[in-house]
């Protein structure tokens, strides 16, 4: 019996020592990429929700593993997603692809969020192989210390030794592999398209403020002040709307209070209002980003170009509600997790004759603690990149966007040290001020109509020429068409009656 009770203290032992050594280890907090921190106009994150903290929270770069900072009570789950918020830098990417790399992450296994995240799920497989060679031993037979093996304590043909046969996995594993693969491709799509939408975001922001910024009508009778006041309005309705679309993609409980300080900060009150009020926020502020452009002075041309990317700028905000509101289908998750759980809980029995040359089976244990871990762990990563949103870096996106768009804005034409050059004749119709009252090319001509019928294109005369047609060979109109109302020039209001006329 004293072999017996030896036995039985071990396993429990060893399943302590499991369950404590899953629940001990503290979370490691990556340290802060403070680049971004030292920019002016950046806004901190709020420390006022999470009070065991001293340190606030920003997007991080590279988890350096070699000076291990410990942080106590840092929540698992959702409270985890706000650490992965990651912007590289160079110095990120050096360590990134250092040779050292895997020494570093193997030292911090146990501080790892996805294997945190993962302990009841663990535990519970590890406690199936605790229960696997446990009842072996009780009712099949163990192997005492001194390596003799002893009979079952229990001895009943109705509890005999359980088992499975290993085929059983071998032939299902491949199917489970290819479901993981699927799950976590199509997870990374999904982050993916993300990201390349805040990317888009990102370049199209920069590129409206360049073009509102140079094309802004130098001819038009403003002040420099006026100038400067109009274009730095565009940038803020640029950043107006990329902060709204990070608030509409973001939970209440975490960014509402933020995004409204911010918009009455940099906003007139009464735009902020309306934009905080709205339905659907970002919708509102790119109309108001809309406004903003139409009251430039620039010409009708130059203001399609600008407008086009804030077509661009609705189409990556449709793009990313499809993502936020259309998960992964849920018949597919909900089989995957219902196969993977099934799979590694039944696994201990298929691996209890694998490990018959350890004592008593023992090594069963961790191994499945291993597989459970690792295979359970690729199905969180598809979970966790499912939802891209609450692991991007957005704030740090909106931060640079009003940097850059407000930078943009304060460049002058010719503070690069060469002149502006005057607007050349040929370009003056692309100004506001010139393009009114200007000569400007004659509409070509086009068939008029005679008594009701349509006639051939009075260009078809040129063959005959009439004297009308010799008065106006030198300005290459052709025969047969009326002058303009004056030799020289026609109006733009002229110009676009005849265009609306077909010519006549």
């Excluded at 990134?96 to 895997?102: G, V």
């Excluded at 073009?211 to 309705?237: G, K, S």
């Excluded at 004659?442 to 068939?447: L, V, Y």
Aim: hydrophobic share 40%; with cysteine.
């Amino acid at each position: 019996m004293i072999h017996h009770h030896k036995i039985l203290s071990l396993l429990l032992v060893v399943l302590l020592t499991i369950s404590t050594t899953t629940r001990s280890q503290a979370f490691v907090l990556p340290p802060h990429n403070t680049a971004n921190a030292k920019a002016p106009g950046v806004r901190q994150p709020s420390t006022k929700n999470s009070p065991t903290q001293k340190q606030s929270f920003t997007s991080t770069g590279w988890d350096s593993f070699e000076k291990l900072r410990t942080v106590t009570d840092v929540p698992s789950g959702e409270g985890q997603r706000k650490f992965r918020r990651t912007v590289y830098s160079h110095d990120d990417w050096k360590k990134h692809r250092s040779q050292d790399r895997f020494i570093f992450y193997l030292q911090a296994i146990f501080s790892s969020g996805v294997y945190k995240n993962l302990q009841r799920e663990v535990t519970l497989t590890c406690g199936v192989a605790v229960f696997v060679c446990l009842y072996n031993a009780l009712f099949g037979g163990y192997t005492d210390w001194e390596g003799v093996q002893q009979a079952a304590l229990i001895q009943s043909q109705y509890f005999p030794k359980i088992g499975l046969p290993l085929a059983a996995f071998t032939l299902t594993s491949p199917s489970l592999g290819l479901l993981l693969v699927f799950r976590t491709n199509t997870s990374y799509q999904r982050w993916d398209e993300a990201r390349k939408n805040w990317g888009m975001n990102i370049n199209h922001t920069r590129n409206l403020n360049r073009m509102a910024n140079a094309y802004y009508d130098p001819t038009a009778n403003v002040t420099p002040e006026q100038r400067q006041a109009d274009l730095t309005h565009v940038a803020v309705c640029t950043w107006a709307f990329v902060r709204a679309m990070k608030r509409h993609l973001s939970p209440e409980e975490e960014d509402e209070a933020a995004f409204v300080k911010e918009l009455y900060d940099r906003l007139p009150a009464a735009q902020a209002e309306k934009v905080v009020k709205s339905a659907h926020r970002p919708n509102r502020a790119l109309q108001d980003l809309s406004y903003a452009i139409e009251d430039l002075p620039m010409h009708y041309l130059r203001k399609n170009e600008v407008h086009r990317a804030v077509t661009i700028f609705e189409d990556n905000l449709g793009s990313s509600e499809r993502i936020l509101t259309s998960p992964v289908p849920l018949f597919y998750s909900r089989h995957l997790a219902r196969f993977l759980a099934v799979w590694l809980l039944l696994l201990p029995f298929g691996l209890y004759d694998a490990f018959a040359p350890s004592w008593n089976h023992m090594a069963m244990i961790p191994a499945t603690v291993v597989i459970s871990t690792m295979l359970f762990g690729i199905e969180e990563i598809g979970t966790q990149l499912e939802e891209p949103f609450t692991v991007l870096p957005m704030q740090a996106f909106c931060d640079k966007i009003y940097n850059w768009c407000t930078e943009i804005q304060s460049w002058q034409p010719g503070d690069n040290g060469r002149p502006a050059k005057p607007v050349r004749p040929q370009h003056a119709l692309y100004f506001t001020e010139q393009s009114v009252g200007m000569a400007l090319p004659m509409p070509p001509p086009t068939a008029t109509m005679v008594n009701g019928d349509r006639a051939a294109p009075v260009m078809a005369a040129k063959k005959q020429p009439t004297p009308v047609a010799k008065a106006n060979n030198n300005d290459n109109r052709g025969g047969g068409l009326p002058p303009p109302s004056s030799p020289s020039q026609l109006s733009m209001e002229e110009f676009l009656k005849r265009q609306a006329q077909g010519g006549s």
